[in-house]
């Protein structure tokens, strides 16, 4: 049903001159940035960065959201990771702060919001540099010093600047949230490289063809299931009552508070896989010989890996608890339910059957916790899936299946689809107007 309509109004769209040139510039954008996904820094030894891939979950992680130019080392290395972790910093910070949550109310204070957002991004950037140099170089992956050292850093920060003011291009000129369209363009294009892989596999006899079915079918089994949650929602019905203002007299009627399933989105899951994988990426980043490695460093990792996600259950049962804390800690600071209650008490409107004030914030409690835990059940399930799948078939080079991709490609196109049917919307009630 949701495609249909996506199909549908994505034809519509293209027969407006207007929506058409949005929807070519966001291609256009996209082009922009498979170039510059192929642009290598110099120093590279390619040999060297598979063989560290294979071992660092993490970096893994990372590369998910640059299309592969991590993989690759190209000037688009950090992609948006810096972006993303600056506006989550600064997402938790506005609303547990009530001058920072002001401030948000108005024009101004978001044009703040958005300048410290992008502050905060460029020093993520230049400490993620610097920490991407330093692990390389001790790898024997990258051969600079000096100067060079200088200029790969100042690459790697000028191109997430660059992707960040793409993403802003898009938003302003093309159609949907650049920047959730950009991660959206940097997953899918790292899909090509996954599927010629798998398919290398299959033509060498290494995976069967059963194996791809059912790799398949889970596929499609968990892209209904995440948009289903996603687009889950209790609906609590509110009362208005009847107001005098002036000389009109507004008539009391129910609407409803939208409370969704999935509140949290991906967070959770980029919070818990940081936190769990922060020790490994630590000792990757001290300096030893990766040849002949010191016998410390073989226990420390081998102690390590039994507490990462795809180590064993010791370290799937840590990052869904982890995923559990970090839900319950993030939908807590985003919905403010003594906020919702004081301003559905100003309005003149309740919940049926619940008292004003401290009684509805105490209602919109019980009712939030109990839906967090099928939201971060569902999370849970989902990032461990990226892990399950592999060893349920067989199959390691098709990592899409699960986990935040899948969460972020389902979500950012969801939304693109509904900012596509209220722009028809619009026009169309223009064109009545007229």
């Known amino acids: 049903m949701l495609s249909t309509n996506f199909v549908s109004a994505l034809q519509s769209a293209w027969k407006l001159p207007d929506l058409r040139a949005r929807i070519l510039f966001v291609f256009a954008m996209f082009a922009v940035y498979a170039i510059g996904l192929h642009i290598p820094v110099p120093g590279v030894d390619r040999h060297q960065l598979e063989r560290i891939f294979q071992n660092q979950d993490l970096l893994q992680f990372l590369n998910m959201f640059t299309g592969g130019a991590l993989r690759r080392l190209t000037i688009l290395a950090l992609g948006l990771n810096p972006y993303i972790t600056a506006s989550i910093i600064m997402q938790i910070f506005s609303y547990a702060d009530p001058r920072m949550r002001e401030e948000m109310r108005e024009e101004a204070g978001r044009r703040k919001m958005q300048q410290r957002t992008r502050l905060l991004t460029i020093v993520i950037a230049l400490v993620q540099a610097i920490g991407f140099l330093s692990t390389f170089r001790s790898a024997g992956v990258l051969n600079v010093s000096g100067v060079q050292a200088f200029q790969v850093i100042v690459a790697w920060v000028a191109g997430a600047m660059f992707l960040l003011w793409l993403g802003e291009q898009i938003t302003e000129k093309g159609l949907g949230n650049g920047v959730s369209l950009m991660i959206f363009a940097s997953i899918v294009a790292s899909m090509p490289f996954q599927v010629q892989q798998t398919y290398r596999l299959v033509r060498e006899g290494t995976v069967t063809g059963f194996q791809v079915l059912l790799l398949l079918a889970i596929f499609l089994a968990t892209v209904w299931g995440v948009i289903y949650v996603t687009m889950s929602q209790r609906r609590i019905p509110i009362q ?86 970090f839900t319950y800690f993030y939908v807590a600071v985003v919905f403010n339910t003594d906020e919702i209650a004081e301003n559905l008490k100003r309005q003149g409107a309740f919940i049926q059957g619940v008292r004003p004030g401290k009684p509805t914030a105490d209602y919109l409690n019980d009712v939030l916790s109990r839906i967090t835990v099928a939201g971060a059940l569902f999370l849970a399930l989902i990032a461990l899936l990226q892990y399950w799948v592999p060893s349920l078939t067989h199959i390691q080079t098709l990592t899409i299946v699960g986990g935040t991709s899948l969460l972020i490609l389902v979500g950012v196109a969801i939304d693109f689809a509904r900012q596509l049917q209220a722009q028809l919307a619009m026009r169309q009630y223009e064109d009545f107007l007229k």
């Open 240 to 325: 208005h009552m009847r107001r005098i203002i002036g000389r009109r007299q507004t008539v009391g009627g129910t609407s409803y508070l939208p409370i969704p399933v999935n509140a949290a989105g991906v967070i959770p899951i980029i919070f818990a896989i940081s936190l769990q994988l922060l020790p490994a990426t630590i000792l990757q980043m001290i300096p030893y010989d990766r040849a002949n490695p010191p016998t410390w460093a073989i226990y420390v990792d081998s102690f390590l890996r039994i507490f990462t996600p795809g180590g064993g259950w010791i370290g799937s049962l840590i990052y869904a608890g982890l995923i559990f804390i």
